[in-house]
């Protein structure tokens, strides 16, 4: 059985290693630590007990950013995902959330095609953004207008 809830401060393991697992330049404890407080929203998805991803988003006014989404490699493509960005925006929804944007490596097809799956379009690229084993690697910069409860899926 699955459970998505907030994570906090004391998750931080479990939820570091889900970053690591996921990341080839994952994000440091100290980054993920930085990430609670009264402008961001930390949720993970639980799988009988266990972490098994995690989405750390931040909001300003009527506009959020989703800054992180990972799903452990042993738990990806089933849904895990999808579960994730639904309460995304059950959470933009209690906020009264206009726009979501978010950053996504120009390789990483899948999570294109998740983005775009959930109405997500690109609106621009950063040019050498990521770093990558050979240089850098751009990022591909995507929104999403939320028009209240009408888009969450139910």
Request: proline share 4%; with cysteine; net charge negative.
């Given at each position: 059985m699955s459970v998505i809830k907030s994570f906090s401060v004391s998750d931080i393991d479990p939820i570091h290693a889900i970053e690591v697992a996921c990341n080839p330049?994952?994000?440091s404890r100290k980054t993920l630590q930085g990430c609670f407080g009264p402008?961001?929203?930390t949720r993970g998805i639980?799988?009988?007990?266990?972490?098994?991803?995690?989405y750390v988003a931040d909001y300003v006014v009527d506009e959020m950013t989703l800054m992180e989404i990972a799903i452990h490699p042993s738990w990806q493509r089933r849904g895990y995902g999808n579960a994730l960005l639904n309460d995304l925006f059950h959470q933009a929804d209690k906020l009264n959330i206009r726009q979501c944007f978010l950053e996504v490596r120009a390789?990483?097809?899948?999570?294109q095609l998740l983005y775009i799956n959930h109405?997500?379009?690109q609106i621009d690229r950063r040019t050498g953004y990521y770093p990558a084993q050979t240089g850098h690697e751009d990022a591909i910069i995507m929104r999403k207008s939320l028009d209240v409860a009408a888009l969450i899926e139910k």
């Amino acid at each position: 059985m699955s459970v998505i809830k907030s994570f906090s401060v004391s998750d931080i393991d479990p939820i570091h290693a889900i970053e690591v697992a996921c990341n080839p330049f994952p994000w440091s404890r100290k980054t993920l630590q930085g990430c609670f407080g009264p402008r961001y929203i930390t949720r993970g998805i639980m799988v009988d007990n266990q972490w098994c991803g995690f989405y750390v988003a931040d909001y300003v006014v009527d506009e959020m950013t989703l800054m992180e989404i990972a799903i452990h490699p042993s738990w990806q493509r089933r849904g895990y995902g999808n579960a994730l960005l639904n309460d995304l925006f059950h959470q933009a929804d209690k906020l009264n959330i206009r726009q979501c944007f978010l950053e996504v490596r120009a390789s990483n097809f899948a999570a294109q095609l998740l983005y775009i799956n959930h109405d997500f379009s690109q609106i621009d690229r950063r040019t050498g953004y990521y770093p990558a084993q050979t240089g850098h690697e751009d990022a591909i910069i995507m929104r999403k207008s939320l028009d209240v409860a009408a888009l969450i899926e139910k």
